[in-house]
């Protein structure tokens, strides 16, 4: 309960104090560097105890693109300060490199994102270090509104758990494969707070009130329900997922058909069980 009071203190701070200051203007070539940022980084890296080890969030290299791998799954790889700059500033390069033609995102282990560490943000609150609990917010929001806007197209696989912040690192993005294993929800609705990283976004645009339902709720969805409601534009097997990895690393474009070709040539047409919530 104190970590929950704790957090409500740190959202309440950071609503006050507008959470995002920063405006992302689209151009032919994006330029996001201003003083703003500057010392925005400079407190993101002086935060870096989060998690030190830089392994948090691999990185493949492929013949025309990109792939971040979040890389704690003891933890189902939640989400720190250290991961979503790292996150942030390898999109960042990402988008600017010519060579890149588009990026891919997944997780290891039996998660693809759980979410916000809360814990560690808990223990944060304890010690008193509140800006540092604001510095997390504050990186994780501009990196969703950085995917939301992404200038190249975006793979994000939801293969296992994809929950919270974990939904809003993906769902903004251009294609999101759902699998077999994927459990979409919004967990912190039954925490007492409302959803946030993108969910107002992504919640309302969903048919009738299953956005309300969700956010309210917290109830779960699996991948099959996700593709029928329109927040996940693809579905495989599990078992499928190397022969879609293989097949977008020897891709040579950045052509958002082709790409689409190459996710749906694994792909499974499915429709929701009778007892899904989707029926109600």
């Known amino acids: 309960m104190q970590a929950l009071k704790s957090l409500s203190a740190v959202r309440r701070s950071l609503h006050r104090?507008?959470?995002?200051?920063?405006?992302?203007?689209?151009?032919?070539?994006?330029?996001?560097?201003?003083?703003?940022?500057?010392?925005?980084?400079?407190?993101?890296?002086?935060?870096?105890?989060?998690?030190?080890?830089?392994?948090?969030?691999l990185v493949e290299g492929r013949a025309y693109s990109r792939a971040a791998i979040l890389n704690r799954p003891s933890s189902l790889n939640a989400?720190?300060?250290?991961?979503?700059?790292?996150?942030?500033?390898?999109?960042?390069?990402?988008?600017?490199?010519?060579?890149?033609?588009?990026?891919?995102?997944?997780g290891s282990g039996r998660a693809f994102?759980?979410?916000?560490?809360?814990?560690?943000?808990?223990?944060?609150?304890?010690?008193?270090?509140?800006?540092?609990?604001?510095?997390?917010?504050?990186?994780?929001?501009?990196?969703?509104?950085?995917?939301?806007?992404y200038l190249k197209p975006h793979v994000a696989v939801l293969d296992g758990y994809t929950m919270g912040g974990g939904a809003g690192i993906s769902l903004?993005?251009?294609?999101?494969?759902?699998?077999?294993?994927?459990?979409?929800?919004?967990?912190?609705?039954?925490?007492?707070f409302h959803p946030d990283a993108g969910a107002s976004f992504y919640l309302s645009r969903l048919p009738g009130y299953?956005?309300?339902?969700?956010?309210?709720?917290?109830?779960?969805?699996?991948?099959?329900?996700?593709?029928?409601c329109g927040l996940a534009t693809h579905y495989s097997l599990n078992a499928r997922l190397p022969g879609i990895d293989e097949r977008l690393g020897n891709l040579m474009t950045d052509d958002t058909s082709l790409i689409e070709n190459s996710l749906a040539h694994y792909g499974d047409l499915v429709y929701p069980d009778k007892r899904s919530v989707l029926h109600k």
């Not at 560690?120 to 969703?144: A, D, P, R, S």
């Not at 993005?173 to 929800?185: E, L, N, P, Y």
């Not at 299953?210 to 029928?228: D, I, P, S, W």
Request: hydrophobic share 35%.
């Open 17 to 57: 104090n507008g959470r995002l200051t920063h405006y992302r203007y689209i151009s032919a070539q994006p330029n996001y560097a201003d003083a703003q940022d500057h010392d925005f980084q400079d407190q993101a890296n002086k935060y870096m105890h989060f998690a030190t080890n830089p392994f948090k969030v």
């Open 79 to 106: 989400l720190n300060i250290s991961m979503v700059s790292r996150l942030k500033r390898l999109y960042e390069s990402w988008e600017e490199n010519p060579n890149i033609g588009f990026v891919v995102m997944k």
């Open 113 to 149: 994102c759980s979410g916000g560490d809360v814990i560690t943000i808990y223990q944060v609150l304890n010690e008193g270090k509140v800006e540092e609990c604001k510095t997390f917010y504050k990186t994780l929001y501009k990196f969703v509104y950085l995917l939301g806007t």
């Open 172 to 192: 903004p993005g251009m294609f999101r494969v759902a699998t077999d294993k994927t459990v979409f929800s919004t967990p912190e609705a039954q925490m007492g």
């Open 210 to 228: 299953l956005g309300e339902f969700l956010a309210l709720t917290g109830e779960k969805l699996n991948g099959v329900e996700m593709v029928a």
